[in-house]
Each structure stands twice: as structure tokens, then as C-alpha cells.
């Protein structure tokens, strides 16, 4: 796929990497007060990044352990080479990975939904802005972005028809992260979209099963094998009603979510019929699911836990405003 991108793509990938992974090294400074970008990464960084892959983090860090393996690679090779300051240079050149093949299938997905070059730029300068807005108390959050490259990547498979590659998708997702259980969700709604008796919705509701089944199969093993880990309560707050009236009651929530989603949400509701039925499906398997669960089980002020649907749903669904109603 990124093989295919032109040359405008190509310089979009690039540039917004850049401003994005500059945007997010500088930010992660400010996550504890009197640290600095480096300071933070060599040791709070570095200090939670060791305590999940020697077992001794917090729930629910310590099962999302696939991002941490591949930093772990990056740290390894950064202090093979003999940087003096080789946590920085690991975490960041990861993070420089992880941006570049979120922006390279994000415009992949854009013009799957047939946007042209110009609103694809558009569309790709919005995601950008988002993520150098979205940086309150998140340090890098590897497993976030993983997340969004991996839900990207099961969009473009789906709108592909290449159903059994979610399947194989799902051993990624569930190692990174467990939101990537709805995936099999988004495969589903395409499935009864074609229609059930139908030869694609049938196959794709048969993959969508199958999807679920080895999502939850790691999940389940993950905890197993990893044993309890205490459970972690930022301000005190447990999961439910808590973490609700949190969200709902702070300034920084409704500061950071206007700051990240901007009017987008409301440009994509303005042209929801004009959305193809393949983005309809992705938007009731995803959105609403996904913010109720972050309303009574995150803090939603860390605005980077909603690029998901932002990237996957929000963004194309407003960029059919520049288009002719579908169909």
C-alpha cells in the first residue's frame, strides 16, 4: 500500500511525521512538572516502560504488552549504537515509526473512500492537528497509536473485502491493546450491511467470529499468564459512574476535546447521508460503543484515547461535505 503512494502523499507522510513526533517529544516534557522532554523520557518514561515488561505495572498497562516489545527493540538498538542519551533516541525514532505508518494508511484509507488528492490533504492536515493537540498527561502512549495503525489497517482491509486478514489482524490488536475489540464489531456491522444471507455477508460474519475468537482467547491468556495486577485509579476514581461525573464536571475534558476533535464531529454528522453504507457500519460499530466506555473507564481529557474513531469514522464522514451525495 504505501508503495503506492504519489508524490504529494509521500511529502504529507513526511512533513506532518515530523511537525507531529516534534509536537509529542515536547509535550511529554509537561506530563510531569519540572521535567523535560528528555529528562522525562530517560527516567518516567523509561521507569514505566521496564515495570510492564518485567511484570510489575499496573492494570491496564501491564497486559498492552506488544508496543512495549517492539520499544524495547528500538532502546536496544539505540543503546547498541552508543547514544549517550539512547532512551530518548529509542522511544522517539519508535514514535517517528509509528506516525509515518499511521499517516501512509491514513491516506491509504481516504482514497479507498474515493476522496481526491486535495480533500485527502485536507483530511490527513486534520488528523495531524489532532495529535499535537491531544497530548494532555499522555507521555508517548505507544499502544495508542499502535491501536490507531492497527484499526486503520482492518478499515482498509474490510473495505478491500479482505475479511480473513482481520482474523490474522486480531493476534496484533489484542497483544497491543484490548479497545481492539471491536474490530470484529466493525466486521460484523459490514456483515449484516451486505446481509446475512448473502455469500460477503455470510463470509464476512463467519471472519468476524473468528476475529472475536482469537481476541478473546489472548485476552483471556494474557491476564492467565500474566497474573493480577493492581489496578490503577488516577484522582482516586474507579471505573463506572466515577470516572462519568469526572469527565462530565472538568474543564480540561471539554478544553481538550474541543481542542483535538475541533467542529469535526459536527461536519461529519452535517453530511452522514451523503456517508457510504461501508462508513455507516464502521461509525455504529465503533462510536458509540467507544465513548461510552471511555466515559465511565478513562480520562477523557487524555483527548489521544478518541483518534480511533476520529481517524477511522469522524474525519472521512466530514470530508463527504466536499463530496456528491453517495450513491
Known amino acids: 500500500m504505501i508503495r503506492r503512494l504519489d508524490r504529494l502523499a509521500a511529502a504529507l507522510v ?83 515509526l509509528q506516525n509515518l505508518v499511521i499517516f501512509a494508511l491514513f491516506w491509504v484509507l481516504l482514497r479507498r473512500f474515493g476522496f481526491d488528492r486535495r480533500v485527502a490533504a485536507l483530511g490527513m492536515g486534520l488528523l495531524a492537528w489532532a495529535m499535537t493537540q491531544a497530548l494532555h498527561d499522555s507521555g508517548l502512549a505507544f499502544n495508542t497509536y499502535t491501536d490507531l495503525a492497527v484499526y486503520l489497517v482492518a478499515a482498509i482491509l474490510i473495505l478491500d473485502g479482505r475479511y480473513r486478514w482481520i482474523v490474522a489482524l486480531m493476534v496484533v490488536g489484542a497483544l497491543n491493546r484490548e479497545t481492539s475489540g471491536l474490530i470484529p464489531v466493525m466486521l460484523f456491522a459490514v456483515a449484516v450491511m ?49 470516572y462519568a461525573e469526572h469527565n462530565l464536571r472538568s474543564g480540561l475534558t471539554w478544553e481538550y476535546l474541543a481542542r ?50 476520529y481517524a477511522v469514522v469522524l474525519v472521512p464522514g466530514a470530508l463527504f461535505l466536499f463530496r456528491p451525495r453517495h450513491g
Open 260 to 309: 483535538t476533535l475541533t467542529i469535526v464531529p459536527f461536519l461529519g454528522l452535517a453530511a452522514i447521508r451523503r456517508w457510504p453504507r461501508e462508513l455507516k457500519a464502521f461509525g455504529l460499530a465503533i462510536v458509540p460503543a467507544w465513548l461510552l466506555i471511555h466515559l465511565f473507564a478513562s480520562i477523557l481529557a487524555e483527548s489521544r484515547l478518541l483518534l480511533v474513531p
Open 14 to 96: 513526511l512533513g506532518l511525521t515530523a511537525v507531529t513526533v516534534w509536537a509529542q517529544y515536547r509535550g511529554v516534557g509537561h506530563v510531569v512538572p519540572g521535567a523535560d522532554s528528555v529528562g522525562y523520557l530517560q527516567y518516567f518514561e523509561l521507569g514505566a516502560h521496564r515495570s510492564t515488561l518485567h511484570g510489575t505495572g499496573v492494570n491496564p498497562w501491564e497486559y498492552r504488552i506488544l508496543s512495549e516489545w517492539v520499544a524495547e527493540l528500538f532502546l536496544q538498538a539505540a543503546h547498541g549504537l552508543g547514544f549517550e542519551h539512547w532512551p530518548v533516541v529509542g522511544f522517539v525514532s519508535f514514535r517517528v
Open 194 to 242: 451486505h446481509g446475512l444471507r448473502t455469500p460477503q455477508g455470510r463470509r464476512a460474519l463467519w471472519c468476524a467470529i473468528a476475529a472475536l475468537a482469537v481476541y478473546a482467547v489472548i485476552t483471556i491468556s494474557l491476564r492467565l499468564i500474566i497474573g493480577p495486577a493492581p489496578l490503577f485509579k488516577p484522582f482516586g476514581l474507579s471505573p463506572g459512574g466515577a
